[in-house]
């Protein structure tokens, strides 16, 4: 049996990866070996961030992964952009808005948004976009379509949505793999069937479906 990647977390903006607990230790159950990697999400820049991560996933002695949470994902993509000699086999997005956010525009528009979200998110979404994936690495993609979470309050979402991320806003050409469950922005976190759904990409390359 080949052998798992060791599993690189990459949390979303504002958070510190405590709220990624329970999917650490669900992917602990499957035999994946899971650290945290944690970044300051509004300080610093873009390019701080990809560096950072690229020397954390250097760390490890053996293959990695990566499973990046909304802003997360799109750090790992970029890092991967930036550093594609990087040693990482497969990276899995949970509602990262890859292609655009609605909500982060809506912030963006105006100087208070604009503090509280940093230079990181605008740098990755806005001002370099990825357009098409075109690494090496397979990318698969969770969207949720369970509306609830405060990103309907700030913009109008496209439906389906999880809240927050339309699931247009994921649809990144060029991925290995793309997959709808009715999960929102943060529940997400704390499903099983995204547990098993890593997993199955991890292993495979793709998504399972009945």
Not at 73 to 100: A, N, Q, Y
Request: charged content about 20%.
């Amino acid at each position: 049996m080949a052998e798992k990647p060791a599993v690189v977390m990459v949390h979303g903006l504002w958070m510190k990866g405590l709220e990624m607990t329970w999917l650490r230790s669900r992917l602990r159950d499957h035999g994946y070996s899971v650290r945290q990697f944690h970044y300051h999400t509004v300080s610093q820049t873009l390019a701080d961030k990809c560096r950072s991560l690229r020397q954390f996933v250097l760390r490890e002695p053996g293959p990695v992964a990566l499973i990046g949470h909304s802003l997360g994902g799109v750090v790992s993509l970029h890092t991967l952009r930036m550093f594609p000699d990087l040693p990482v086999e497969k990276i899995v997005c949970l509602g990262s808005p890859l292609v655009d956010t609605a909500a982060g525009r809506s912030l963006h528009s105006v100087k208070p948004g604009r503090a509280v979200l940093g230079r990181i998110l605008p740098e990755a979404i806005f001002d370099n976009p990825l357009q098409r994936w075109e690494g090496d690495t397979p990318v698969g993609v969770i969207a949720g379509t369970r509306s609830f979470g405060p990103g309907q309050l700030i913009a109008k979402l496209s439906k389906p949505n999880d809240g927050t991320v339309s699931v247009a806003e994921t649809q990144l050409p060029g991925v290995a793999d793309h997959l709808q469950l009715p999960h929102s922005h943060m529940t997400m976190l704390f499903a099983p069937v995204v547990v098993a759904q890593c997993d199955a990409f991890l292993r495979t390359g793709r998504f399972e479906r009945d």
